[in-house]
């Protein structure tokens, strides 16, 4: 049996020393009144046995309670009071130097909770390790000095979370829609070097990738950029191969017609497209932010967004690419195509593409294959899509915020060069448990967490207030979201609906089934949760209104946030069937993954709810290998067509390096009772000898997780 120290390391339980630390406490109070020693082994005993029956490692603070409660029992009262101060004279020594011990086993790779919670970065390499050693001095600046102290023991306690605390010391936002048309058109600088508008396809593609790495070094979330953008650099580079085409023609003194140039120049274009989507793919996966990660970049594919002729056509050929290029996949070290986490592609499914006849349907079949080899392309319903969003179409940033629609001085829709000011989540599940049931409390608590969840926004908002843009300069004065001048602040971009700020809620599932002892999906059910989403989004509204700043309401996509949320649950709650018994809480309004209900009833329930998210969402269904049955996949984004904004379809592709094995690496349970995954071929269990990707929360991860996702994705069914 393991626990988890106070550093993250983890270690395995000594019953010996909940015996030494009772005893020291029974030594300080008079004969008279201490524990035999038989009721000392009994108490250690006691614990022993819970900490048996959870379904997780316990930390040493929660033992630690465990510990008071079971003295208190045999009703020692001055010993308990001993141990109570012995902890509290302790806590004040840690809290002296609160990140030494966290830091050193960081660097020692022994740290658990670290080494697992974030799935795309390598916690044993330098640049991830110096990250999060400036991450864990940012997150005791920002818990001893920029927050106050309610939200600081909201956040600890799993009332909310208050998202990327490791970045808040910094003035840095969320994620945003980079304007990759105004850098490129008009040129950009980066690194204090000009960058001219690119004379080539393949040029384009390198700034833009250069950017990408550049954009992501200056701010802690996702970028998107919309191929749109590179397209009529296609053409560019056309004209070029024609002009060259034809000096080579008339060098060679050979006879030649118009047709003859331009198929030449052609094939010219064709092979430029393809290189410059290698780039794109291969710098993207390779290159490496400040941060210690691949850029977390999304590649937006709508052949809409151009007009139609050429361009358009330009466009769907270097989709064709992308998708070409995904479907092989990139080699690991052993030379092995696998499927990797980036860039994210996003596919829009259109009148154009989406039937039989239609000019771009070999882009939907080729897309369908992607899909069942390497889990990309999402997909967003452009006619779904344009009813939620007043008829207009475009991409999310990241894993899946969405910004509002906003209109420029024009009134134009404008959605590139904006961007997210950060995300604070609301514990559903927290509020319905402690109502006790009762629904008019339940309301009463509602309502006491919003306002610590606009207070927890309005740092995130304050914070950004006042930056100037020199501390971004690709961001905010060339080009990437703005404009500004050296020395300008950012604060125009903060207010009216430019960017957004999210109010994040997660546990709708467990919530719902606490309040009403059943599913949300439960028709007699369904109303409450619906309920609960339409007062979430109220109390955007009457912020939004109050503060001229765009609340938005966001599916949270929880990582390592929903096993935290889940321990905080069980520890404050205990252990309650179907609302606490996991190690997990469910993301956003989620079907719960144990759910028995297949793909497309999945999807028509949850775009009720998407619909009340418009801060952002994606549903997703679970589905075997697909990879000899397209058709199946086609159906599937054909009702996403019909039904839904914004979905997914979740694959396996995975590699054993040990033995070769392809397929889906297993989830099993070890002699200490700790989830690992291995190979069902050969029984590798080293991480380091293995492939794995799995979509987490809106994107794929590929650094595995902790025990309570990784507990999520062994428990998910299969919806078709």
């Excluded at 909310?160 to 490791?166: P, Y």
């Excluded at 002009?243 to 094939?267: C, G, P």
């Amino acid at each position: 049996m393991k626990i988890i120290k106070r550093s993250g390391v983890e270690n395995t339980f000594d019953i010996n020393k909940i015996i030494i630390a009772i005893n020291k406490a029974n030594k300080e109070v008079p004969e008279t009144e201490r524990l035999s020693d038989e009721q000392v082994r009994e108490i250690a005993s006691n614990i022993e046995k819970i900490c048996l029956d959870m379904p997780r490692a316990l930390n040493v603070e929660e033992i630690q309670d465990l510990v008071e409660n079971q003295i208190m029992d045999k009703r020692a009262f001055t010993i308990a009071r001993k141990y109570i101060t012995y902890r509290y004279k302790r806590a004040l020594v840690r809290k002296s130097n609160s990140t030494d011990k966290q830091i050193l086993s960081l660097l020692e790779c022994k740290n658990e909770e670290v080494l697992q919670e974030n799935s795309n970065k390598n916690p044993t390499v330098n640049s991830v390790q110096r990250d999060y050693m400036a991450g864990e001095v940012s997150k005791d600046i920002t818990k001893r000095f920029l927050l106050p102290k309610d939200i600081v023991r909201a956040h600890e306690q799993g009332i909310i979370h208050f998202h990327d605390s490791d970045y808040f010391a910094q003035h840095m936002h969320n994620c945003c829609l980079v304007n990759l048309e105004d850098m490129l058109q008009n040129g950009t600088v980066i690194s204090e070097t000009m960058i001219d508008k690119p004379k080539s396809f393949s040029t384009a593609c390198n700034i833009a990738t250069q950017s990408i790495a550049q954009i992501a070094s200056s701010q802690y979330g996702g970028q998107s950029i919309s191929l749109s953008h590179l397209a009529p650099f296609v053409d560019v580079s056309r004209q070029k191969f024609r002009r060259q085409v034809e000096e080579e023609f008339k060098k060679t003194n050979l006879k030649y017609n118009q047709d003859q140039i331009n198929a030449v120049a052609e094939l010219r274009v064709k092979d430029e497209i393809k290189r410059g989507v290698q780039m794109i793919q291969y710098q993207v996966i390779t290159l490496m932010t400040t941060n210690g990660q691949a850029p977390f970049v999304t590649i937006f594919m709508y052949l809409n967004e151009v007009k139609e002729g050429q361009l358009r056509d330009d466009l769907a050929m270097i989709i064709e690419e992308i998708l070409n290029q995904r479907i092989l996949g990139v080699k690991n070290e052993k030379g092995v195509y696998i499927t990797p986490a980036f860039p994210k592609l996003i596919y829009v499914l259109e009148e154009d593409n989406i039937h039989e006849d239609t000019q771009y349907w070999h882009l939907t079949k080729l897309a369908a294959k992607c899909t069942a080899k390497r889990m990309v392309p999402d997909y967003i319903s452009e006619k779904i899509m344009k009813q939620l969003k007043n008829d207009n179409c475009y991409t999310c940033m990241g894993c899946r915020s969405f910004l509002t629609v906003y209109h420029d001085e024009n009134n134009n829709p404008k959605f590139y060069g904006r961007f997210n000011q950060g995300v604070v989540t609301v514990n559903l599940v927290d509020i319905a448990c402690s109502s006790k049931g009762d629904i008019n409390k339940f309301w009463q608590i509602f309502d006491e967490r919003m306002e610590i969840c606009k207070r927890a926004l309005m740092c995130r908002h304050n914070r950004l207030k006042g930056t100037p843009s020199d501390v971004a300069p690709i961001l905010w004065q060339y080009g990437a979201l703005a404009r500004l001048k050296k020395g300008e602040t950012i604060d125009e971009l903060l207010y009216g609906g430019y960017s957004t700020i999210s109010l994040g809620y997660a546990g709708l599932c467990e919530c719902t089934r606490y309040m009403t002892g059943k599913s949300h999906t439960h028709p007699e059910a369904t109303p409450f949760a619906l309920e609960v989403m339409h007062r979430l989004n109220d109390a955007c509204a009457k912020w939004r209104k109050e503060e001229n700043i765009d609340f938005s309401l966001y599916g949270t996509p929880l990582e390592s946030t929903t096993y935290k949320f889940a321990k905080n649950l069980q520890k404050r709650f205990g252990i309650i069937e179907g609302v606490t018994d996991k190690n997990y809480i469910t993301n956003s309004y989620h079907v719960h993954v144990t759910e028995d209900i297949n793909a497309f009833d999945k999807l028509k329930f949850e775009a009720q709810f998407q619909q009340l998210s418009p801060g952002g969402a994606i549903s997703y269904v679970e589905v075997p290998n697909m990879e000899n049955n397209i058709d199946a996949v086609i159906e599937v984004m054909k009702y996403i067509y019909d039904n839904i904004m914004y979905a997914e379809l979740n694959t396996k592709s995975d590699y054993c390096q040990e033995c070769g094995y392809t397929g889906q690496i297993e989830i099993v349970t070890d002699s200490h009772g700790k989830l690992i995954w291995q190979c069902p071929n050969c029984g590798n269990t080293n991480q380091d000898k293995m492939n794995v990707a799995r979509r987490t929360c809106g994107y794929i991860g590929t650094q595995f997780w902790n025990q309570g996702r990784t507990q999520e994705i062994k428990e998910r069914v299969l919806h078709l």
